[in-house]
């Protein structure tokens, strides 16, 4: 047994033995959970991926005269913010759009412009255009406002993500006879592919799927910078089916996550846009695991054939709540690129990066190997599957 204190104080000292996910599979393998558990301090994870539950809330500071954006209305690039906040606040979501946007009208065929493009290009330090307009009022009497910012022009820029980091997702496919345009991607008629997201053996969330290390107040790499866990992320569905080991076999826990905005750099944030479906945005996040006891150095050391995802099929599924999985694959499957179902082959895609998930649980390795990363505790522990708490879906019900 360790302790996250213990663990630090080698950090400070340089002693820490650190690996990826990646590489502790290896180590487990070859010697097992016990002496993994004795030797190995850290597991850095990472993932980077399309994560549509991402949003920044801003500080544009006064003006001179004085404007209440909160009430009126706020455009950046065209891309509507939310604005019942305060004088000078607003929000913006990854998935937000311009009320023209062909993506808010789903035409198949065209690139949305949206919120994790602007998130994008604040980030990379390009001006973007603020357009507002309020009622007035005698202590804000400005009415419009037009004009250019930067990241470096406002006060805070935050980003701050309800639902990140998804403990294992669906594996996407249509049988139907037409194309679907979904947020997780093209799916081809007939089961022509298999879109999956996830970097399977270097997700976060699966190499601690019981919550036991990673909490609120869990520091984290977010977008290049430093970040925090703050809440359990929306959808949060803990009690679902797991394998013998205790891993989810269906999409099971998400976090909320928080960080400054200012601090982030460009290379792990990206806007994105999904033909026919809209905008999202790519987020880089990477978790260290602390291996406190065996149990913690066996999860983090299973290997990809035994962590497994849905096959769901979207085109009776979506847009109805018609549960319709197929069967169960494989991680180890579906990073091979193709996958089996019943007498099907069918191609794989993974709108998650793997090469990207790698570079950031390097990156989380090396910071704390130079001592300029430390694990913290978790203030308040994460919902777990003892928890009770399952995802509830919407009812529609006649008012009586």
Request: charged residues 20%.
């Amino acid at each position: 047994m360790k302790t996250i204190e213990e663990i630090n104080e080698k950090i400070k000292k340089g002693k820490a033995v650190v690996v990826t996910a990646e590489e502790m599979v290896d180590i487990v393998k070859a010697k097992g959970e016990t002496k993994a558990a004795k030797e190995i301090d850290v597991v850095t994870t990472g993932t980077f991926a399309p994560m549509c539950s991402s949003s920044i809330y801003l500080n544009f500071g006064h003006s001179s005269p004085r404007i209440k954006i909160g009430g009126g209305t706020c455009f950046l690039n065209g891309v509507s913010a939310y604005t019942g906040l305060a004088a000078v606040d607003v929000y913006l979501g990854a998935t937000a759009l311009p009320p023209t946007d062909p993506g808010n009208l789903f035409y198949p065929g065209e690139f949305s412009y949206g919120g994790g493009h602007v998130i994008e290009e604040l980030v990379n330090g390009k001006h973007v255009l603020l357009e507002a307009t309020s009622y007035g009022t005698d202590c804000y009497p400005r009415k419009q406002i037009k004009t250019y910012i930067t990241l470096k022009d406002i006060n805070e820029a935050v980003l701050f993500n309800p639902r990140n980091c998804y403990q294992n997702y669906n594996v996407a496919v249509n049988s139907s006879e037409r194309m679907l345009y979904t947020y997780m991607g093209i799916l081809k008629p007939n089961l022509g592919n298999a879109n999956f997201c996830s970097a399977g053996v270097l997700s976060p969330l699966l190499r601690d799927p019981n919550y036991q290390t990673i909490g609120i107040g869990t520091k984290i790499f977010l977008c290049g910078a430093y970040g925090y866990v703050v809440w359990h992320g929306t959808q949060h569905n803990p009690c679902v089916e797991r394998t013998p080991e205790g891993v989810p076999k269906r999409p099971a826990g998400t976090l909320a996550v928080i960080g400054n905005l200012k601090e982030m750099s460009g290379e792990f944030i990206r806007g994105a846009s999904f033909v026919g479906y809209g905008a999202t945005l790519l987020v880089g996040i990477g978790i260290p695991i602390p291996v406190l006891d065996e149990k913690i150095a066996f999860l983090c050391g299973l290997p990809a054939e035994k962590i497994f995802a849905p096959v769901v099929d979207y085109s009776a599924s979506y847009p109805e709540r018609k549960p319709d999985i197929l069967g169960e694959v494989s991680y180890a499957e579906l990073f091979s690129g193709r996958i089996k179902l019943g007498s099907r082959t069918i191609p794989t895609g993974a709108l998650s990066s793997f090469f990207m998930a790698r570079r950031i649980a390097e990156i989380l390795r090396i910071w704390i190997a130079d001592k300029r990363f430390e694990l913290t505790n978790p203030v308040a522990n994460i919902p777990g599957k003892e928890s009770g708490i399952r995802l509830k879906n919407l009812e529609i019900k006649e008012k009586r």
